[in-house]
């Protein structure tokens, strides 16, 4: 599985992005897709998953303001963010689990200036 992640970029304190994430099959084989983000320095952390019936999860540092969701159709997971942080500034990820292995797309720079 190929994932393209994209949509990051520069944006101030308070406003919003949306990232993409598109993969090279059904996003249905997936058990779990998810957004991970590593800021410079500290480890990559998880963000939000949503899994294959659709139920969604969030770290507690963007619940309430990301939003995790899927188009099934263009094989597509989105991460809507508002009211973004100066903390929210990372590199994002996507990430696709099936069964038997674990996918990465390449990433995309958010950086939230304050």
């Known amino acids: 599985v190929q994932l393209q992640a994209s949509g990051g970029g520069l944006v101030q304190a308070g406003g919003s992005l949306r990232l993409s994430c598109a993969a090279s099959r059904n996003i249905l084989a997936a058990n779990v897709m998810g957004w991970y983000r590593q800021a410079p320095g500290k480890q990559r952390e998880l963000v939000a998953t949503i899994t294959k019936s659709g139920v969604t999860n969030y770290s507690d540092s963007v619940k309430g303001r990301f939003t995790v969701s899927r188009d099934i159709a263009k094989d597509t997971v989105y991460l809507q963010m508002n009211s973004l942080k100066p903390d929210d500034t990372a590199v994002y990820y996507c990430?696709?689990?099936?069964?038997?292995?674990?996918?990465w797309g390449q990433g995309t720079l958010v950086t939230v200036s304050s």
């Open positions: 990430n696709a689990k099936l069964t038997f292995s674990n996918y």
